[in-house]
């Protein structure tokens, strides 16, 4: 049985069990041997160009991520910026050549604060205080004012996040430019001529896609973008523009966006709007997947966009004034981000990770297709051709389409058995929940996943539910509103699929679920519960709709950042209380100096531990 304790050790507060005064939980040996081999990789993901060709990124440095400059291609990291807390986001100022604004948790992750670093031997300047939520902020090309969301004036007349302006020479007042009761607004790009932002709106607990507008800098007036109008007579007002991203075009009169708005597809297109005449014309279509990343080079030549196959990117770059596609054989497969090119149009930054390397930054020279790697992060102290590949699997579900049953995917990691040796018993297995409510499971580097597979012996099966983003509009629409609990009864379809395949132990099988992967462990593990041995819960978001707590008797441990304002830890605490209550055995783990998300390498190392000495006393 699991047992109680409370510790109180480095902001980490570890509860577990049903009863007072028992004994400590044992932790498994094998854990404590093998783990911490794992937990010491290093990534690297790029944040922006410099003015003189170099660029900054990010890049862990004992416990936080900080920010780094490399002047060439697998140079010497150097360290610009030295946060207890670490650094969240940040970005290159255009007119000098090393200077930056960074963005660094405060309060243990519930607040932030904006600092300016002009050089590697000056000391940061505050912007903010840090009593409020700052966002990232985007600079003016003039390289003096940069515009960012706060919730600095939260609680007046309901107001959630607000745009404001600042001068960072000291010029002029903070000024507020966009805000409004039950909004949330979103500086996307400034105007070649730093006169017009174009910005986005979104209504709180809203799942649509952001509203554009235009705000005149000088005035703060706000222009509604709009779809163009039918002809008078014959249709209804002007329907607002949706983007799920969007920018100024190079040739200054236009708009690239990130949209499915008005295109009769389910699937992100990159397409270019002009907003006085209307014209809009599609750049980037795919008729079964989304472009979910773009950029062109300030003199418009090269466009580069990547689309989501299923979880994996690929990167497409179209040179326009040849009038070619481009795809790049040289990139190694896996998932892209920030995407960027420098000044010149003649480079393009990527960060690219994959199941078996960390995050690292690549560049691009669209003239030649050469492929440069700028960083070379650490796997930690393991062989790399260890590390698992997923592979994909299907299974029915419990509803039909077109008279057939429905079919969701799943990434599937099994251990590798040496060459010659008999096949293995049934395995354990553990479905990691990390879908739904708009989100996808993408196959990236992760080090737990790989541990339990590789030293525990489980299958890890991660399937993307209804409600999952990268599948189109109508299947995220599945999981939405009313229809959310559908996403728990796909978790019992693949109960079902376990239970038929012979390679899989369906009496050894647990759940870890992360966000509101969290939210539909607690549910399977109530409506499920005969079927599972526990589960795990990290960062669980509001759990008022749940309904069948009550029904839940496995064991649970939760996880949960202690400063977290969108799920107070009070919730996560009184959501361990009552599962007690209940006849649940429960462990809680919290950290006071987090926020939704562990950031901190020990507060990390420490929930891949609680998890892994979990699953490993579940298995028992």
Known sequence: MLRFKLTLLSGLLLTTGAGLGAADLPHDPTVAAALPRYLESRSARFIDWLPDGSMILATRFGETEQIHRLRAPLSMREQLSFESAGVLAAAAEPEHGQ???????????????????????????????????????????????????????????????????????????????????????????????????????????????PELFLADVASAELTA?????????????????RAHEARFAPDGRGLLLLTAEGAGTDFLQLRYFEPVTGESRVLASESEHDVELFDESADGRFLAYTVNEGGSSRLTLVDQQRKLDLNPGSLPPGIISNLKFDATGKR????????????????????????????????????????????????????????????????????????????????????????????????????????????????????????????????????????????TRDVGSLLVWIGLQHELDHTRVMLMGEGFGSYLALSCLGQYGDRLRGAIAAFPPHLESLANLAAIRQPVLIVHGRNDPDAPAYEAEQLAARLRVDGAQVQYLGAADEGAEFLRKSNRDAYYGAAANFLAQLLR
Request: no cysteine; glycine share 10%.
């Open 99 to 209: 200077a930056f604004v960074y963005l660094s948790p405060r309060m243990g992750g519930q607040n932030s604060a904006l600092l300016l670093q002009r050089g590697p031997d000056q000391a940061a300047v505050a912007l903010t205080d840090g009593n409020f939520r700052d966002g990232p902020a985007l600079w003016a090309h003039d390289g003096t004012r940069i515009v960012f969301s706060s919730n600095r004036a939260a609680g007046v007349a309901g107001r959630e996040r607000d745009l404001e302006l600042l001068d960072t020479t000291g010029g002029a007042p903070l000024r507020v430019l966009a805000t409004g009761a039950g909004w949330r607004w979103q500086a996307l790009d400034w105007s070649l001529d730093d006169r017009r932002l174009l910005l986005a709106r979104t209504s709180v607990g809203s799942e649509a896609e």
């Open 225 to 241: 973008l709009t779809l163009p109008r039918k002809p008078e007579g014959k249709g209804p007002a002007p329907t607002p523009l």
């Open 348 to 487: 393009l930054a990527l960060t690219l990770e994959s199941a078996r390397s960390p995050r690292d930054v690549y560049v691009l020279e669209p003239e030649t297709q050469t492929l440069t790697r700028w960083s070379a992060s650490e796997p930690g102290p393991i062989d790399p051709s260890s590390l698992i590949m997923p592979s994909m699997v299907q299974f029915p579900t419990w509803d039909r389409v077109d008279g057939q049953a429905r079919t969701l995917s799943a990434y599937a990691y099994r251990p590798t058995a040496p060459a010659g040796a008999a096949p293995p018993a049934a395995r354990p297995v553990l479905i990691l929940l990390r879908s739904g409510a708009g989100r996808q499971f993408r196959p990236g580097f992760d080090p737990l996943v790989q541990y339990l597979v590789n030293e525990l012996g489980f299958v890890v099966l991660a399937p993307n539910v209804r409600g999952a983003g990268g599948f189109g509009r109508g299947f995220r629409e599945l999981g939405q509103g009313a229809l959310r609990d559908d996403s």
